[in-house]
């Protein structure tokens, strides 16, 4: 084991981890936020755990990492260029970064920095910049400091360092389409004073990593047509910490009440009498097509945009859109939530009066490094995207203003 490092500075360095092998021991909430910062920058990350939170388990799925479902084993290192331990078992992280030493392999550790030989800093971004802070072990101060820089940048100078104080209650805030830059300055601020975060899989997950490491973070996430955490698991989740005199913010992708089931939220708390404040968020909605060249109205093109959820069928007893009325509209249709029925989508709308050749564009993960747009035809879009692979989450935008996008450089 390597000696403890109390009161011995640290060394700082950027390390660019791209294509370089990272083991991430363990698969949990403290992991979860993280292996965000690591796969944006672009390592090849391999988690070791037996079980993962909903929201590591999709990015296995999504191929964003390497997921072994097992125990750690020395071996495991083999390669590796930097490791952290994030276990709620101190004898493996303590055998993790024993491993690592033998191994000249930087580690952090999770539960014991004192014993580590990386920290991981205090981190945020502001125009183009990337911001850390070591603070000697104290997540708090390099929290706060951090917090004070990235507000200063923001506001042109300096000022008061952002401490965490609020009191019990609840923030709903909608943290945007997917790039933590879109996020509100609100959001934002009230997400630095959480005591407990509750998120999901489309709240901008690399926020997640700027909090400090006593924030309570639960992993709500809602992986389409996969496991999930029931909406009640959730109001009791909300209701129960901010009842235990914690402040809490809901962070939720987009905007909380734009077919974000925030309003249920919003219920339950005040059925136990906490106060609830709502921040909005960017919906996807509108930044995703933008984002993409798409207006989703034009002067001349499109005086209306009616924005449809497609999770359920159009066939379905359970449908509340009048899917013959729009079809038989002219303006722009944004669907969220479609992919998987996007091909009876399709028919319903051209039978009941859409043109078959009406542009459509799918953008997903908008906003995003990994976003991807295709262009096609409403009688093609189902077709191209099972071609193309494309996935979920993803906004389809149907319309002539698609063609219009075509005036501007892409």
């Not at 997640?208 to 009791?236: C, F, H, T």
Request: aromatic content about 4%; hydrophobic content about 45%; overall charge negative.
């Amino acid at each position: 084991m390597s000696p403890k490092y109390d009161d011995v500075p640290a060394y700082p360095a950027g390390l660019r981890l791209a294509g370089r092998k990272v083991v991430m021991v363990g698969a949990g909430a403290v992991a979860r936020r993280r292996l965000a910062g690591l796969v944006d920058a672009q390592a090849d990350v391999l988690v070791v755990a037996p079980a993962a939170t909903p929201s590591v388990e999709a990015m296995a799925d999504d191929g964003e990492l390497r997921w072994e479902r097992r125990g750690y084993r020395a071996d495991d290192l083999e390669g590796a260029w930097y490791v952290v331990a994030a276990t709620d078992d101190t004898a493996v992280n303590a055998a993790v970064e024993a491993d690592a030493e033998a191994r000249r392999i930087f580690c952090v550790r999770s539960d014991d920095a004192s014993h580590a030989s990386a920290w991981t800093p205090a981190s945020g971004r502001h125009d183009g910049l990337q911001i850390a802070v070591l603070a000697g072990g104290d997540p708090r101060r390099a929290a706060a400091v951090r917090d004070r820089i990235l507000e200063g940048m923001r506001e042109g100078a300096l000022g008061a360092a952002h401490f965490r104080g609020k009191k019990a209650g609840v923030a709903l805030v909608g943290g945007g389409p997917g790039d933590p830059d879109l996020i509100t300055v609100r959001g934002r601020r009230l997400l630095a004073e959480a005591d407990v975060v509750v998120t999901d899989r489309l709240g901008p997950r690399a926020l997640l990593d700027e909090l400090a490491s006593d924030v309570e973070v639960i992993d709500a996430a809602k992986i389409p047509y996969g496991r999930a955490m029931a909406q009640d698991a959730i109001n009791n989740e909300i209701v129960k910490h901010a009842s235990a005199g914690k402040f809490v913010v809901r962070l939720k992708g987009g905007d909380n009440y734009v077919f974000g089931r925030g309003f249920e939220e919003a219920i339950a708390c005040a059925a136990a009498g906490i106060p609830v404040e709502v921040v909005p968020g960017i919906t996807s909605a509108i930044s995703v097509p933008a984002i993409a060249g798409i207006p989703v109205t034009h002067r001349g093109v499109a005086h209306e945009f009616t924005v449809v959820s497609g999770h359920v069928a159009p066939d379905s007893p359970e449908s509340l859109v009048d899917w013959a009325a729009l079809g038989r509209l002219r303006g722009t249709l944004v669907l969220l939530m479609a992919m998987e029925r996007l091909g009876a989508i399709a028919e319903t709308l051209i039978a009941h009066g859409r043109d078959a050749a009406t542009p459509v564009a799918v953008v997903q993960e908008g906003t995003m490094a990994t976003q991807r747009t295709l262009r096609t035809t409403l009688a093609r879009a189902a077709a191209d995207v099972r071609e193309e692979g494309l996935r979920p989450p993803a906004i389809v935008v149907v319309g002539e203003v698609v063609a219009v996008a075509d005036q501007i450089a892409r």
